[in-house]
């Protein structure tokens, strides 16, 4: 590990005139840089400093954009935090830039492949799982005990499946289940069961008397599999029977049944999928979700900066790649707008901001309410600073679709390039919602640490700062904090972490997450009301 033995600060533009200090342990008052400017106080590591006296109502710009305005006169080399601070108004949502940008083409990245498993619908999973589908929470406490089982006494004997997981929701009875927005954590949880790592099987486990039925999860047509095991002749669809467990059936007499039923089910599918193995499938067939939580000044400087730079061999590779965290883009969106490949998805993504803004509204809180006390800590001043940083994640290749909440990227045509899928922030939602999309590998980036996994997919923890790699040695995947260190370029950690991808993806190498069997539950986002 590096420590840095000289005072240094990261300004990120030309034009900015504060900057963060990279120091471990922060700075001293009376410290001076090599170009002669001088502390006023102590600063603390990632926060930011004053590179010019800073008149009362002036811009303090990082990332050359107004991340506020400040409160009253900030001498040179004062610590500059939010109290000093005055946030600026949102963006409207007019007069946006339509598709400005005409960016060179990327060089096509050929000849990078990884051992995935191929499904009948042409998508390929990078983990071979069994999921089991709740369509209530009533019946968590049943699935969790009849996972531990199946677990204990089934998946042994089943070598090529990696794991059982119950799909657990907080949804499904007491919900208003005809409201327009209920459409949202419906689509979610039903194309969640077909992410691609669960092979294409879908069990679900059902009470029998909740709002959210087996049969208005899984409409005819859902569930259609190109497959000898249902179809005659391959190259047809049809409708895969839905195989529910239904815990209020007359069959059950007394709750060992249940379980006894479930096991029996899922020892069905254990067995389709046990006959599956990994073949080579190109670097395209990747669906990353990028992601980043626990966030500090150091995230767009290090690691943000490394994943946008992976984000774009991904796109070059022909994968796809999402980001997502609205309130996390939203000061952003004219970068955004004019990155769009087409007007009309540049329009898609004004009408999900708009749609979240209304959200927001009617909730009577707006997007700095966004901000963390870690965020803050960790040197982030407001949601302004913070989504210059997120934004970064993305890259520089255009974006060329829009997801809405809980949309499948197969059922709206999009499976190449960079996609914005709209999510809220949360962690776990944001997850869910990247899960229901149809991602295969996950990609997170935080400053001040999380032990956030997902079950469903490799979660690879990139950390922003040398200190917290050390720090959480067995729990963050890649080290990006070399970057601020000098030790490494940002193109070398965004290399490293496609590399890293690839073998994760072919089950070559497990995350830490994965090693320890570390994961968020799932968190359908639903903005209908519970009645």
Not at 97 to 123: I, K, S, V
Not at 390 to 417: D, F, N, T, Y
Request: overall charge neutral.
């Amino acid at each position: 590990m590096t420590r840095l033995s000289k005072p240094l600060f990261i300004r990120m533009h030309a034009s900015d005139n504060v900057a963060i200090v990279a120091n471990d342990g922060g700075l001293k008052a009376g410290t001076v840089f090599a170009d002669g400017l001088q502390l006023c106080e102590q600063v603390p590591q990632g926060h930011k400093l004053a590179l010019i006296d800073l008149p009362k109502g002036s811009a303090v710009r990082r990332y050359n954009v107004a991340i506020g305005y400040a409160l009253k006169d900030i001498p040179a080399g004062s610590w500059v935090h939010e109290r000093l601070l005055e946030m600026p108004t949102a963006r409207t949502l007019d007069n946006l830039p339509l598709a400005t940008l005409r960016p060179e083409p990327m060089a096509p990245l050929a000849g990078y492949t990884f051992e995935g498993y191929r499904n009948a619908d042409g998508t390929v999973g990078t983990r071979n799982i069994l999921a089991i589908t709740t369509t209530v929470q009533c019946v968590a406490g049943v699935v969790d005990f009849a996972v531990k089982r199946i677990k204990a006494e089934l998946l042994p004997r089943f070598p090529n499946v990696d794991d059982v997981v119950g799909l657990e929701h907080s949804y499904g009875c007491g919900v208003a289940i005809d409201a327009p927005d209920a459409i949202i954590p419906i689509r979610t949880l039903r194309n969640i069961t077909l992410n691609p790592n669960f092979g294409g099987e879908v069990m679900v486990v059902s009470l029998g008397c909740e709002k959210l039925q087996p049969e208005r999860l899984f409409p005819p047509g859902t569930i259609a599999i190109v497959d000898e095991r249902h179809a005659p002749d391959v190259g047809h669809n049809v409708d895969a029977p839905l195989d529910v467990v239904c815990l209020q059936s007359e069959n059950h007499i007394g709750f060992m049944s249940m379980i006894d039923a479930i096991m029996a089910t899922a020892l069905v599918h254990l067995e389709r999928l046990n006959a599956r193995r990994r073949e080579t499938v190109p670097a395209s067939a990747l669906v990353v979700g990028v992601q980043c939580g626990g966030s500090d000044a150091f995230s767009g400087v290090t690691a943000n900066p490394a994943v946008g730079f992976a984000t774009d061999l991904l796109v070059r590779a022909g994968a796809t790649v999402m980001f997502s965290e609205t309130t996390e883009v939203r000061d952003g969106i004219d970068q955004l707008t004019a990155r769009a490949s087409t007007p009309e998805i540049a329009q898609a993504m004004i009408r999900e901001m708009a749609w979240y803004d209304a959200y927001l509204h009617k909730g009577l809180v707006d997007r700095s309410a966004n901000t963390t006390p870690g965020n803050k800590k960790g040197g982030l001043s407001n949601i302004v600073e913070k989504a210059m940083g997120s934004i970064v994640k993305s890259g520089s290749a255009p974006i060329s679709g829009v997801l809405s909440p809980g949309e499948k990227l197969r059922q709206k045509g999009l499976m190449q390039g960079l996609i914005y899928a709209a999510t809220p922030a949360s962690d776990f939602i944001c997850g869910t919602l990247q899960l229901a999309a149809g991602m295969n590998l996950h990609v997170f980036t935080t400053g001040r640490g999380t032990p956030y996994g997902l079950a469903e997919v490799p979660v690879i923890k990139v950390a922003t700062r040398t200190d917290l790699a050390r720090r959480w040695h067995d729990l963050m995947d890649i080290n990006a904090g070399r970057i601020a260190d000098g030790d490494a370029s940002i193109a070398d950690v965004g290399w490293e972490l496609f590399h890293l991808m690839l073998e994760v993806a072919s089950g070559r190498k497990k995350t830490w997450a994965e090693h320890w069997k570390l994961h968020n539950a799932l968190v359908l986002f639903n903005p209908a009301p519970v009645t």
